[in-house]
């Protein structure tokens, strides 16, 4: 089934003291171009944030404003593209590989949309497959998205997760780097 990848990298990585997360490395590839291999089957694919150099080629945008966070980035991003389904992603997803996108994909059925949770049971609104018209419709309902609550924006569609998975986990603190 045909995909877009929205990735949102433009956040400010306060709890590693300002370093640009996206370009932190991991066995040699940076958090970034981890994403981007695992949706390396996207139609087409979109960062959300500060140009930089990648593994292969992508969109590139803002929010509007600048720094509005990620419902604002996803705003932004859900300009690009065309396919009926969105991958969703934050920038640091390590453990994320093309097989766990694509059973993100595969376990939609009839739903708004499907995502990981992390191997500590959480849900992951940043690590999921919508139904691109869903999402829109979620971000157009919040107004304007800047400073808006992912969970909140999002509690309305008809979601389903997986199983905790590893390719859940994202990278919030140097201490997640350890596994």
Known sequence: MEFDALVLAGGGSTR???VDKAMLVLDGVTLLDRVLTATADAQSTVVVGPVRTTCREVEWTVEDPPKGGP????????QHGTAPIVVLL?????WLTQADVSKLIDGLGEHDGHGLRDRD????????????TALAEAIA????????AVRRTLADLDLVWSSPTHAGDDVDTWADFDD
């Open 121 to 132: 049971g959480r849900e992951q609104q940043l690590a999921a497959a919508y139904r691109r």
């Open 71 to 78: 419902v604002a980035g996803i705003a932004a991003g859900l």
């Open 141 to 148: 309902r919040t107004g304007d998205p800047r400073d808006k």
């Open 90 to 94: 934050s920038c640091d997803l390590p």
């Open 16 to 18: 590693f003291g300002g």
